[in-house]
């Protein structure tokens, strides 16, 4: 059976720091491939309105294009209201057999049992808490002892009482996050190196995030 990670995200833009941990992802784990997911309509980001999904999508399928295990998916653009993710989930176990393997931040960790429905997704994928560059265990450990208190640890993964398993994973850290590129392109400073090429390159065609 296929080992499928799911790294879902607005992707507003898409860059290096994103691909880089679809990588070690994929290698520390020994998956078939990543999923990348940009979301439809976060429920959890308040504010500054997204580009729009078609935009979005675009740029992470030329981010990760000449990547032969990475792979986009429209899922939640097709979706109407909000993207919760334990829909997508549902959705993608319903269509794919594969064992899935839900990749998210520790920041978002740090509040997933605010997330909609949270207990269910356990059932439906093993979660990988990614953090970038050290530290984060201890707050790791605090809130899995909270949200999970059922968990039981074996070699450093944790195995949930829905059936699946939790572990943490520290990667490599790139100092770059969407909202440093988007306020560069504002201030007409150079992003590049830290964005793909061709996505540079398509939001300058588009004149993304000038205002």
């Given at each position: 059976m296929e080992?499928?990670?799911?790294?879902?995200?607005?992707f507003?833009?898409?860059?290096?720091g994103?691909?880089?941990?679809?990588?070690?992802?994929?290698e520390?784990?020994?998956?078939?491939?990543?999923?990348?997911?940009?979301?439809?309509?976060?429920p959890?980001?308040?504010?500054?309105?997204?580009?729009?999904?078609?935009?979005?999508y675009e740029?992470t399928?030329?981010?990760?294009k000449?990547?032969?295990?990475f792979?986009?998916?429209?899922?939640?653009?097709?979706?109407?209201?909000?993207?919760?993710?334990?829909?997508?989930?549902?959705?993608?176990?319903?269509k794919?057999?594969?064992e899935?393997?839900?990749?998210?931040?520790?920041?978002?960790?740090?509040?997933?049992d605010i997330?909609?429905?949270?207990q269910?997704?356990?059932?439906?994928?093993?979660?990988?808490?990614?953090?970038?560059g050290p530290?984060?265990?201890?707050?790791f450990?605090?809130?899995t002892?909270?949200?999970?208190?059922q968990?039981?640890e074996?070699?450093?993964?944790?195995?949930l009482?829905q059936?699946?398993?939790?572990?943490?994973?520290?990667?490599?850290?790139l100092?770059?996050?969407?909202?440093?590129?988007?306020?560069?392109?504002?201030?007409r400073?150079?992003?590049?190196?830290?964005?793909?090429?061709?996505?540079?390159e398509?939001?300058?065609?588009?004149?993304?995030?000038l205002n």
């Amino acid at each position: 059976m296929e080992k499928i990670g799911l790294l879902g995200g607005t992707f507003d833009p898409i860059h290096l720091g994103h691909l880089r941990v679809g990588v070690e992802v994929y290698e520390r784990l020994a998956l078939s491939k990543v999923l990348f997911i940009p979301a439809g309509e976060p429920p959890h980001k308040k504010g500054r309105p997204l580009s729009p999904f078609p935009f979005r999508y675009e740029m992470t399928r030329l981010a990760i294009k000449n990547v032969p295990y990475f792979e986009v998916c429209d899922i939640e653009g097709k979706r109407q209201g909000p993207s919760y993710s334990v829909k997508t989930l549902e959705e993608l176990t319903a269509k794919i057999k594969a064992e899935f393997f839900f990749i998210l931040g520790l920041d978002a960790y740090l509040e997933f049992d605010i997330w909609y429905q949270y207990q269910r997704i356990p059932r439906l994928a093993h979660l990988v808490v990614v953090t970038r560059g050290p530290g984060g265990q201890e707050e790791f450990l605090l809130k899995t002892r909270e949200i999970f208190p059922q968990a039981v640890e074996e070699n450093g993964i944790f195995l949930l009482p829905q059936g699946k398993s939790l572990r943490f994973l520290p990667v490599t850290r790139l100092d770059i996050s969407s909202t440093m590129i988007r306020k560069a392109v504002k201030a007409r400073q150079s992003i590049q190196f830290l964005v793909p090429e061709e996505v540079r390159e398509f939001i300058a065609l588009h004149k993304l995030y000038l205002n």
